[in-house]
């Protein structure tokens, strides 16, 4: 069966540090992976598609990036929190016609 | 623009009784989703409705598709308190020439049942 992990569970960083979000696929190849955000109160918000290894799709501009260096693994970044980067980021993987699977997230708390 | 719109938002309800949550969407898709988050959780997928005409229950849920009116409603029979939870819809965009698109969700819809 597929499972999906992401890691770290809680984060909190000052502005101004970098970041990097880990989620990786077990039991299945080639899937379409995602990155979401959830703010407090709010619903969820795509922020990054990649359907292969180098193959990144940007949903909205803003100061984070995704990679995807192997098929099952798929990182977000920034350079440099803000304060409005906090929220609860959503790692999912998906093929087609399935429903997304999402990973636990993290809770990422910029001070 | 697609747009997702999700409704009541909140919902207070007493066990027992029947209540049903709309999801309405503006543009052409014949896919849907409906997902339920728990406080402090991830989203656990619920049902996909793939068709026009789509029903899928699953103990006391039930959601159905029309894609000629672009709506899908989530029925609740008999609620009982651990169906407390936050439930979104989700409308599939399919791009990318036949691998699966990006879903834009609803705000979601706070349901609480209170004994």
């Known amino acids: 069966s597929q499972t999906i992990h992401q890691w770290p569970a809680t984060l909190v960083q000052p502005v101004g540090s970098p970041l990097s979000l880990e989620c990786t696929v077990e039991g299945t190849s080639n899937p379409n992976l995602y990155w979401y955000r959830q703010a407090a109160g709010r619903g969820l918000q795509l922020l990054f598609y990649?359907?292969?290894?180098?193959?990144i799709s940007s949903e909205v501009p803003q100061n984070l990036s995704a990679s995807r260096p192997q098929d099952r693994q798929f990182i977000l970044s920034s350079k440099k929190l803000l304060l409005s980067d906090s929220g609860f980021y959503l790692c999912a993987w998906s093929k087609w016609n399935s429903p997304l699977h999402f990973g636990n997230g993290t809770r990422l708390t910029v001070t | 623009e697609l747009k997702v719109e999700q409704n009541p938002l909140f919902l207070s309800m007493q066990e027992g009784k029947n209540y049903t949550i709309y999801c309405n969407y503006s543009t052409t898709s014949d896919r849907l989703y409906w997902y339920r988050q728990d406080p402090g959780k991830s989203l656990e997928s619920l049902f996909v409705?793939?068709?026009?005409?789509a029903v899928k229950q699953e103990g006391r849920l039930m959601a159905s598709l029309d894609t000629k009116a672009r709506l899908s409603t989530l029925h609740i029979t008999a609620a009982v308190h651990d169906l407390s939870a936050t439930y979104f819809c989700a409308v599939d965009i399919v791009r990318y020439g036949g691998s699966q698109g990006n879903l834009i969700f609803g705000k979601g819809t706070k349901l609480s049942v209170k004994p």
């Open positions: 990649s359907v292969g290894i180098g193959q």
């Open positions: 409705l793939l068709s026009n005409g």
